[in-house]
């Protein structure tokens, strides 16, 4: 079994996600409390997914998150650099474009994509920087970008919890749920080294992203930011 380190070297962090393939959505799902279906819903909102345009959903692993596009008729490419997670979505859902490729050097042309998303994902690309400007790259003028990842809480009694969840009572669960219980550490102190919603925020900008905005979910347990490419 593979657990990854913070410094995310990329074949680390994809044989991890490998690993935990077959029951990762399962054990988000409980870890989770149920809540991942909800940002899910949030992230389908934000997106807003028309008939007939290109979604490119990075970090798609078995595709649970691509399918709402789906559902609006849009042309959704799921693409992730786990080997194990794209085999397993492909078996779950054949007729989707599944396609593997690095977020830092992603394989689509320039102005290809009327939205790009990437949901639980930007903080295990090994450069944050260079998959914000990839994703720049590959969006068409005029598109948006749409990110969910865990973030800070607002409130500082529920973050203090919340840190001790993490480290605490996240570990143990995963041991009873999951096929690699410590890839879920790494992924508890991944989450507590991402930077906040006003830092990300930032980096969105410098990539290129104008009209940036975020929103809180849960208490900010998780936020949603959002930016357009206006040239």
Not at 107 to 123: C, E, H, K, M
Request: proline share 6%; net charge positive.
């Amino acid at each position: 079994m593979t657990r990854a380190s913070l410094d995310k070297q990329p074949h680390e962090v994809a044989s991890m996600f490998d690993d935990v393939a077959e029951r990762y959505d399962l054990t988000n799902d409980l870890l989770s409390l149920g809540q991942d279906r909800v940002w899910r819903k949030e992230v389908a909102k934000a997106v807003d997914a028309r008939p007939a345009q290109k979604v490119l959903d990075l970090a798609a692993g078995t595709a649970t998150s691509s399918l709402p596009f789906t559902r609006t008729g849009a042309y959704v490419v799921p693409c992730d650099f786990s080997l194990g997670m794209l085999q397993v979505g492909k078996r779950r859902h054949p007729w989707l474009p599944f396609t593997a490729g690095d977020g830092t050097r992603l394989p689509f042309r320039d102005d290809v994509f009327d939205a790009v998303t990437i949901s639980f994902g930007l903080r295990n690309v090994q450069d944050t920087d260079a998959a914000l400007h990839e994703l720049y790259r590959v969006t068409k003028p005029g598109g948006r970008v749409v990110i969910c990842e865990f973030s800070h809480p607002t409130w500082a009694p529920f973050r203090t919890l919340y840190t001790e969840y993490l480290m605490r009572a996240l570990p143990p669960v995963a041991r009873a749920v999951s096929s690699n219980p410590e890839a879920y550490v790494y992924l508890a102190e991944s989450i507590r080294a991402w930077p906040d919603q006003p830092a990300l925020a930032e980096r969105l900008r410098k990539a290129g992203w104008s009209k940036v905005a975020w929103r809180n979910l849960t208490g900010g347990i998780v936020a949603l930011h959002r930016g357009f490419k206006t040239v």
